[in-house]
């Protein structure tokens, strides 16, 4: 029972150009939701979360949408860089369950100078 | 500041033999999670501890494996009599609190491979 799901095993993106990164999920219950980085041989790295009560969060060059009805996220990355290479995961908790995350399978993104 | 510090990165174990995966948090952090990533998948819950205390380990199989934070020295990950299907990256994560969102940091996890 996968309740959050990555369906794009990997991404090409062009330098400068804009990357977005999909999720979908099946718990109506989960309040929070978290975008992950890993690099290789490392462990994952926090890259930006929005609660369940807004439907857009931006940090710098990343902005995470939350669409609630349709139950799916996506991160987009604009400019992409090629350091933004890497493996991300999309992950969900439920109210009170904290660093308990239900993470997807992971998308690898590569982007081309 | 050190972030979360986990030993071995490698642990190579036959079938039946027993692995020990130990993790610091980083300093200020008392919450402790366990992470699995098998291979071509995503990291999977597996336990959450606190200083002395399992608070969930709802994600642990029911048989071999066990956790533990002592109130002194790293968390402990161990376990018993492995078989191939143990195969897999183990990642231990800390934070300082507990709250619906909060960030958790990672370590470099341990790769355990069975012969």
């Known amino acids: 029972d996968q309740q959050v799901k990555q369906n794009s095993p990997s991404l090409s993106v062009q330098e400068g150009r804009i990357s977005i990164l999909n999720c979908d999920y099946t718990n109506s219950m989960f309040d929070y939701f978290l975008w992950y980085k890993k690099y290789p041989a490392e462990g994952p790295t926090f890259l930006i979360s929005i609660s369940s009560i807004k439907d857009k969060n931006e940090d710098g060059r990343f902005t995470v949408f939350l669409n609630k009805s349709a139950k799916h996220l996506s991160l987009h990355i604009v400019p992409s860089q090629p350091g933004d290479s890497a493996v991300y995961f999309c992950?969900?908790?439920?109210?009170?369950?904290?660093?308990?995350?239900?993470f997807g399978q992971g998308t690898e993104l590569s982007v081309k100078p | 500041n050190a972030g979360v510090m986990q030993n071995p990165r490698h642990l190579v174990r036959r079938r039946g033999q027993e692995a020990r995966l130990r993790c610091s948090p980083m300093?200020?952090?008392?919450?402790v999670y366990w992470y699995r990533q098998l291979p071509e998948e995503g990291l999977k819950f597996m336990v959450y501890l606190q200083k002395e205390n399992i608070i969930d380990e709802s994600g642990m199989p029911k048989e071999r494996f066990s956790a533990e934070f002592p109130k002194e020295g790293p968390s402990i990950l161990r376990i018993q009599q492995v078989v191939r299907g143990d195969s897999a990256a183990y990642f231990c994560?800390?934070?300082?609190?507990?709250?619906?969102?909060?960030?958790?940091?990672f370590g470099s996890g341990t790769q355990l491979s069975v012969l």
């Open positions: 994560a800390s934070s300082p609190r507990t709250q619906s969102g909060e960030k958790l940091f």
């Open positions: 300093k200020g952090h008392s919450h």
């Open positions: 992950a969900a908790s439920g109210r009170n369950q904290g660093g308990k995350l239900i």
